[in-house]
T-cell receptor, first 110, second 112 residues
Framework: KQEVTQIPAALSVPEGENLVLNCSFTDSAIYNLQWFRQDPGKGLTSLLLIQSSQREQTSGRLNASLDKSSGRSTLYIAASQPGDSATYLCAPFGTYKYIFGTGTRLKVLA | DTEVTQTPKHLVMGMTNKKSLKCEQHMGHRAMYWYKQKAKKPPELMFVYSYEKLSINESVPSRFSPECPNSSLLNLHLHALQPEDSALYLC???????????FGPGTRLTVL
């Protein structure tokens, strides 16, 4: 059974810092992995999707990497802003569904 | 249009009520999903529809009954719910299974 863990569980940083959010999963037999953000009480917004054959994917200030063999993905956020404050979830797609990680609650202070 | 809409935004119901949640997308996506999310927990998959047919039921109790009347619309019928069913119910769609998922804003359900 796939288990997905995200570290740290919570993070509070001053504006402008570069951040790394970590995601680890126990079953490396995945087709792809998505990173999402979720604002309190709202739906999820897809940030990046990395195919299993890719090592990296970039969108603006966000860069996600995937090391399938070691069961790890990282989300790098450059020059963080208060608007980046949200919960970030990773979700590998295995046999037939996405399994969501425990999330990292990020707060960027102005 | 890259939006998934859900109605209502909030719903309060008693344990003997029957109500329905509605989800709509006009992106031509062929896969649609219902998730349940409790506070401070990740979303949990409930149902998957693929090409308007139910393809996955994650052992959800029968008091939750999904329906896909057409390729744009997904309903979740609720009957005889329990207080522990109170949660945020999220709908999502994707072009196909295992592709980028687009989520709606959710329905906050409270069962009294």
């Amino acid at each position: 059974k796939q288990e997905v863990t995200q570290i740290p569980a919570a993070l509070s940083v001053p504006e402008g810092e570069n951040l790394v959010l970590n995601c680890s999963f126990t079953d490396s037999a995945i087709y792809n992995l998505q990173w999402f953000r979720q604002d309190p009480g709202k739906g999820l917004t897809s940030l990046l999707l990395i195919q299993s054959s890719q090592r990296e994917q970039t969108s603006g200030r966000l860069n996600a990497s995937l090391d399938k063999s070691s069961g790890r993905s990282t989300l790098y956020i450059a020059a963080s802003q208060p608007g980046d404050s949200a919960t970030y979830l990773c979700a590998p797609f295995g046999t037939y569904k996405y399994i969501f990680g425990t999330g990292t609650r990020l707060k960027v202070l102005a | 249009d890259t939006e998934v809409t859900q109605t209502p935004k909030h719903l309060v119901m008693g344990m003997t009520n029957k109500k329905s949640l509605k989800c709509e997308q006009h992106m031509g996506h062929r896969a649609m999903y219902w998730y349940k999310q409790k506070a401070k927990k990740p979303p949990e998959l409930m149902f998957v529809y693929s090409y308007e047919k139910l393809s996955i039921n994650e052992s959800v109790p029968s008091r939750f009954s999904p329906e896909c009347p057409n390729s744009s619309l997904l309903n979740l019928h609720l009957h005889a719910l329990q207080p522990e069913d109170s949660a945020l119910y999220l709908c999502a769609s994707s072009p196909g299974r295992g592709e980028t998922q687009y989520f709606g804003p959710g329905t906050r359900l409270t069962v009294l």
